[in-house]
């Protein structure tokens, strides 16, 4: 269902923009600028508590769900006028207005299996101390990616992480 709609979405635009195109790759290093100037796709979070997310780009759409927690990542994977399409590190895709969305970087820690814990490093090194051990779905900060290595903080941590551990930065990405 969700390609079926993705696929009506885009020929909506198309239809309804003619000249603006819309790209969904996932490779960041792929992407193009779209109607805001900044590259898409890319990773950016919720600016607030409460952001309702659409099934379409105008505010005529009905609202599909509602996020209650600022701070999320998401990816934009498309872009219309004033509207982002968004996708979360479960899937869930949909339309948000673009002042509901912040540029500070925040990823979420993703394990192989739920029980897992994720190391967290004093340094960017698996020599390091071990400093924390956080588990899947923890939200983070992240301060700066380099060399498949990430400086997050968050509530009581702050350390280095494998950058392979979080959703919402790209592979070999570099975040200052």
């Not at 872009?79 to 869930?92: H, M, P």
């Not at 895709?93 to 190391?119: C, I, N, Q």
Request: proline content about 3%; some cysteine; overall charge neutral.
């Amino acid at each position: 269902m969700m390609v079926k709609w993705r696929a009506l979405s885009m020929v909506f635009a198309a239809a309804t923009l003619g000249a603006v195109a819309i790209e969904t790759t996932a490779d960041a290093k792929d992407s193009a600028l779209s109607t805001s100037g900044l590259p898409v796709p890319r990773y950016v979070s919720l600016k607030s508590d409460h952001v309702n997310v659409r099934a379409g780009p105008t505010k005529d759409n009905d609202v599909a769900w509602v996020y209650t927690k600022a701070g999320l990542p998401v990816e934009i994977t498309a872009e219309f006028e004033n509207w982002r399409r968004i996708r979360d590190s479960e899937g869930a895709e949909g339309w948000v207005y673009h002042s509901l969305l912040s540029g500070r970087r925040t990823a979420v820690v993703t394990m192989k299996a739920k029980d897992d814990f994720a190391p967290l490093y004093d340094r960017a090194d698996v020599q390091g101390n071990v400093v924390a051990r956080l588990q899947a779905g923890v939200v983070t900060q992240v301060k700066r990616c380099a060399a498949g290595w990430c400086h997050v903080m968050g509530d009581g941590f702050d350390g280095w992480i494998e950058q392979q551990r979080l959703w919402g930065v790209y592979a070999d990405e570099k975040v200052n």
